[in-house]
T-cell receptor, first 118, second 112 residues
Framework: GAVVSQHPSWVICKSGTSVKIECRSL??????MFWYRQFPKQSLMLMAT?????????EQGVEKDKFLINHASLTLSTLTVTSAHPEDSSFYIC??????????????FGAGSRLTVL | DAKTTQPPSMDCAEGRAANLPCNHS???????VYWYRQIHSQGPQYIIH???NNETNEMASLIITEDRKSSTLILPHATLRDTAVYYC?????????????FGTGTQLKVEL
């Protein structure tokens, strides 16, 4: 079945530094990927929609200059948290839409990347 | 996308069927019902989806009422590994419906 790989699975960084998280679709092409964030004991919150070859679409309240998204190929999207601060510590999860399911929007999720900012 | 309402938590004995309800009274004709689950500290896992008819796969069954205003996810023989948060999501493909919006889900606890 479709697999989405995220790297790194966890990262610790100092406040003020930038962190890049990669999301790859391993056995299918994904023109659209989605980035979510999840705080402890809360549900997933959609941050942005990543479109191959074009600018990402950010949800209301998400700072596009802080969370840089690049989708340079059909199998790779990256999320860069710039100038990270402790409040950015969270679980970041990407997903990609599987093709071939006519009319439906089934997403495959990565395992997530846990970011801790000291 | 239509909003969904799920009970915050449910318990189920191992080996018994787990029936997880979801209300989506404002669902529109082109919107699908999706079920995902999230085991602690992992990414969500797709379970099943449907439009009008009941669906079954190797993981679960999805029962959608005739008026489509509610549905039930059935795990026929729950195991301890089925303990997770289960999310019912309603979404179409148009009008921004290409994205899935997660609610608070149901925490299912399967016990011995």
């Amino acid at each position: 079945g479709a697999v989405v790989s995220q790297h790194p699975s966890w990262v610790i960084c100092k406040s003020g530094t930038s962190v890049k998280i990669e999301c790859r679709s391993l056995d299918f092409q994904a023109t659209t990927m989605f980035w979510y964030r999840q705080f402890p004991k809360q549900s997933l919150m959609l941050m942005a929609t990543s479109n191959e070859g074009s600018k990402a679409t950010y949800e209301q309240g998400v700072e596009k200059d802080k969370f840089l998204i690049n989708h340079a190929s059909l199998t790779l999207s990256t999320l860069t948290v710039t100038s990270a601060h402790p409040e950015d510590s969270s679980f970041y999860i990407c997903s990609a839409r599987q093709g071939g399911r006519s009319g439906a929007n089934v997403l495959t999720f990565g395992a997530g990347s846990r970011l801790t900012v000291l | 996308d239509a909003k969904t309402t799920q009970p915050p938590s449910m318990d189920c004995a191992e080996g018994r069927a787990a029936n997880l309800p979801c209300n989506h009274s404002t669902i529109s004709g082109n919107e699908y019902v999706y079920w995902y689950r999230q085991i602690h500290s992992q990414g969500p896992q797709y379970i099943i989806h449907g439009l009008k008819n009941n669906e079954t796969n190797e993981m679960a069954s999805l029962i959608i009422t005739e008026d489509r205003k509610s549905s039930t996810l059935i795990l026929p023989h729950a195991t301890l590994r089925d303990t997770a948060v289960y999310y019912c999501i309603v979404s179409g493909l148009t009008g921004g419906g290409n994205k899935l919006t997660f609610g608070t889900g149901t925490q299912l606890k399967v016990e011995l």
